[in-house]
């Protein structure tokens, strides 16, 4: 597959573009798009499909060790979920200019990016319950928004994801539950895996936006829909009366209800420790790159056996 | 223009269309990467129909759906006022109806 060409970004056509996009219109793959606009939904898209692919890694080391076999089928349902959720963003961008494979191989290799909660340890089946509620929960704010991007494709498609997301939020709620209904062992273990993701969360939605021309062009072309710091509130709207509700602490004493700014004051996370992070060098970025690595070797002959499937026939 | 042309690289694409029940129409809802058509429909139930209600999947090569642009999508307007098609614009007719 070869990339178009793109023609330096006339004026004209740039004009036009921007006024189509301000009248509410969206663009669709096979139309003349700024170079930039094109490369900054393809950096997005790809980043939010590599992040589906290796979401479903933490949780799926909790298949084998799921308490009941409901539970058990739930997850698998859900993880499976999340590795669809990749097959559809892959496709959508695709489109814009990079093919799958490029895509897989970059992401394998370590050279290109996924979100920072997925490069955690999933230490308990607590942090199943977290990671379902409060990761899918903070993913669904952004995803949530982004359903009003620009970009129609991508758009699109996460009309199913965040369908499928929010069953996601709805199973980790009943998981979570049970946890902190449970035994002082159950609730402690909740607990700790809620304090061990609170600051990976709140590092989830990037450091507070600064005004700048890149920030008003995201905005403009819808490509960004809300802040950073906007997603982060809505967040901690929907989610911190879910862990009052139960009784369990909020991992940071200094959070409080501001009533008259209308948002939530809280602790600034370390922001050197989410650079760090997304750099890949969480506590678990190479051994979930291994494991790729290992499953896209292991699984070539299906790949090739796929490929020959015509000629066989 | 068909659709391959339209999307350069999606050579080997198959649009994937679900049908809910026998009583709705056909929906594109994705597409899968596949060599032929058999390939393209085990691909497309495992994606598409493994929770959603599904009856039957069509599969179609982007190279064989023939498109409009959305840069014609003008030929598709009505070109003159179309709302006597719309049953909204008879109700002072169906109002003065009733009061016979």
Known sequence: MT??????????????????????????????????????????????????????LPEREWIPRAPTLARKMALVAKVQDEIGHAQLLYRVAEDLGKPRTQMIEELIAG????????HYPAETWADVAIIQVFVDGAAMQTQGSLRSCSYAPYARVLKRICYEEDFH?????????????????QRAMLQDALDRWWQPIMHFFGPRDQVSPHLETMMRWRIKVKTNDELRQQFLRQFVPVIQEYGLRVPDPDLRWDETAGQYRYAEPDWEEFRRVIRG?????KARLELRQRYHAQHRWVREAVARWALAA | MNLAEITPGAEGVFAVFRQETKNDPHVHVGDVHAPDAEMALVLAKEQFARRDPC?????????????????????????????????????????????R
């Open chain 1, 3 to 56: 990339v178009p060409p793109e023609a330096a970004d006339e004026p004209e056509q740039l004009g036009a573009f921007e006024a189509r996009l301000a009248a509410g219109d969206r663009v669709e793959a096979g139309e003349w798009m700024p170079a930039r606009y094109r490369a900054e939904c393809l950096r997005l898209i790809q980043m939010h499909a590599n992040s589906e692919l290796m979401g479903a």
């Open chain 1, 111 to 118: 050279a290109s990016k996924f979100h920072n909660v997925f």
């Open chain 1, 169 to 185: 939020i709805r199973l980790g709620l009943d998981s979570f539950r049970a946890l902190a209904e449970g035994t002082p062992r």
């Open chain 1, 281 to 285: 060098e969480g506590p678990r970025t």
């Open chain 2, 55 to 99: 009856v039957n999947l069509w599969v179609v090569r982007y190279a064989d759906i023939a498109a409009t642009s959305y840069r014609d999508a003008d030929m598709l307007e009505p070109s003159t006022d179309k709302s006597y098609r719309f049953g909204g614009s008879y109700r002072e007719q169906q109002r003065v109806y009733r009061r």
